[in-house]
């Protein structure tokens, strides 16, 4: 790990109430986001928690929520480099690897063990490299943000300005660049460190609170925003 990322992490989990009082806080406090983004988002989840995991695959609303969030959350922006594909081939691939999706929905962030950790990396890793979400070369944020909304409860979204500055810019300024074979090596590793965040922690169900605060996972980002928000021009 390097000194960088290591320090942060380190700063992020000194203590529960630095993590809710500070960073958690600074978040609700000087982030705006638009409501279209939180209104499919929780279209997602209420789909997800109404339903048993494997009937998700033939409910066609759950995709279309979670292609419209995918949009709201800046994967589909018109002359950017973000581009979501086709919306039958996303459906299409999610439902090809329904079988390693119900594998992994067993499995919560705040219940893992090192074993078991160990043991879905293969998994996580073999959807990041073959779920066909992105007609744009760069794949991180778009499968971190699609894997979030199959499986809220395992890992957490990833961007560029606060996610991927976090974890591996010196400065918390601008948005990094990313070497797209590095990818696969940044977004396990940034999925182990959020387990170990979650662990040192010790968080659960019951520190989801606010309206952001809808997973485990989501609760980490929006710490993780809010250590870039506060500590950016520092």
């Known amino acids: 790990m390097n000194s960088i990322r290591k320090d942060r992490i380190k700063i992020?989990?000194?203590?529960?109430?630095?993590?809710?009082?500070?960073?958690?806080?600074?978040?609700?406090?000087?982030q705006e986001l638009p409501n279209s983004s939180f209104f499919f988002h929780k279209k997602v989840l209420e789909t997800y928690n109404q339903n048993l995991y494997t009937n998700?695959?033939?409910?066609?609303?759950?995709?279309?929520?979670?292609y419209a969030t995918l949009a709201t959350w800046g994967m589909d922006r018109l002359f950017k480099s973000a581009s979501l594909q086709e919306f039958h081939k996303?459906?299409?691939?999610?439902?090809?690897?329904k079988e390693l999706l119900?594998?992994?929905?067993?499995?919560?962030?705040?219940?893992?063990?090192?074993?078991?950790?160990?043991?879905?990396?293969?998994?996580?890793?073999?959807?990041?490299?073959?779920l066909i979400i992105m007609r744009s070369d760069s794949k991180i944020v778009g499968l971190s943000k699609t894997l979030h909304h199959f499986l809220p409860e395992l890992i957490?979204?990833?961007?560029?300005?606060?996610?991927?500055?976090f974890f591996y810019k010196d400065n918390l300024k601008g948005y990094p660049n990313i070497n797209k074979n590095d990818e696969e090596n940044m977004f396990i590793s940034i999925f182990e460190q959020s387990?170990?965040?979650?662990?040192?922690?010790?968080?659960?169900?019951?520190?989801?609170?606010n309206k952001w605060d809808t997973s485990i996972p989501k609760l980490i980002d929006n710490a993780i925003i809010g250590f870039v928000l506060l500590h950016k021009n520092s």
């Open 102 to 130: 119900e594998k992994l929905a067993s499995f919560k962030i705040n219940q893992l063990d090192e074993k078991s950790l160990k043991e879905i990396k293969k998994d996580i890793l073999e959807l990041f490299n073959n």
């Open 12 to 30: 992020l989990t000194r203590s529960r109430e630095d993590f809710f009082n500070k960073y958690i806080k600074t978040f609700y406090d000087m």
């Open 195 to 209: 387990y170990y965040i979650c662990k040192e922690l010790n968080l659960t169900k019951a520190d989801l609170k």
């Open 90 to 97: 996303f459906k299409q691939s999610a439902i090809h690897h």
């Open 156 to 165: 957490l979204p990833i961007d560029r300005k606060y996610t991927i500055n």
């Open 56 to 66: 998700l695959f033939s409910n066609d609303h759950y995709f279309e929520y979670i």
